[in-house]
């Protein structure tokens, strides 16, 4: 198993462009997320999904999208980048409910807009 | 309002010696503990958690943690530490307020010297 992958790895973006950062999993896990990692802020929700064709927002959610068609993927979509979306984003999934249930991580992936 | 904390930035310890990673949670009802650690590039891995039961839960790489209710606390222990321990760990807890996510804390940065 792959377990949770990520890409890209980096990307360097200026102001205003689009791009969408792409996570699969192959455990068929139901539960997919997006956080966000930034210094002294711990890790922030931006979007989940509890399955395919369902989606929520979490604590983060402005200037992101979310779809989730297949049970595998789960692409985060930054529709106009701007400087403070400069991050280092992990995706998770979990067999069932993230209260209950342990998450396995991507490897993340290093964003920096300019 | 939901939250945990990691009084923390950093801890130190000598390799050999017993290591501990504080963190307290306030929550409404009952709480759902975890501990994940990040080492350096990497995503987040799961080393432990606490649902229901005996307080003292063991985990992965030879950690537990101790469930306190009075003190509202889920500490981090492990009786000796290696370098290879030397990591950032994040506690997290169920936000009550919404039963299918998450609050990490801000994390804590282990140093184990040789």
């Known amino acids: 198993n792959a377990g949770v992958t990520q890409t890209p790895k980096f990307q360097v973006l200026k102001t205003g462009q689009s791009m969408t950062l792409q996570c699969a999993q192959d455990m068929n896990h139901e539960y997919m997320s997006w956080y966000r990692q930034d210094p002294g802020m711990g890790l922030r929700l931006i979007h989940y999904?509890?399955?395919?064709?369902?989606?929520d927002q979490g604590e983060v959610p402005n200037g992101y999208n979310v779809s989730r068609s297949t049970t595998e993927d789960f692409p985060l979509r930054l529709l106009s980048a701007a400087p403070s979306q400069t991050s280092v984003y992990f995706c998770?999934?979990?067999?069932?409910?993230?209260?209950?249930?342990?998450?396995?991580f991507g490897p993340g992936t290093r964003l920096t807009v300019l | 309002a939901q939250s945990v904390a990691q009084p923390e930035d950093q801890v130190n310890v000598a390799e050999g010696n017993p290591l501990t990673v504080k963190c307290t949670y306030s929550v409404s009802g009952n709480p759902y503990l975890f501990w994940y650690v990040q080492y350096p590039n990497r995503g987040l891995q799961f080393l432990l958690k606490y649902i229901t039961g005996d307080n003292l839960v063991k985990g992965s790489y030879g950690f537990e943690a101790e469930f306190n209710k009075s003190q509202t606390s889920f500490h981090l222990k492990k009786p000796s530490a290696l370098v290879s321990d030397s990591a950032l760990y994040f506690c997290a807890v169920r936000d009550s307020n919404r039963d299918d996510k998450i609050i990490f804390g801000k994390g804590t940065r282990l140093h184990i010297l040789p």
């Open positions: 998770a999934s979990s067999y069932g409910s993230l209260a209950y249930n342990e998450q396995f």
């Open positions: 999904s509890v399955g395919a064709g369902i989606t």
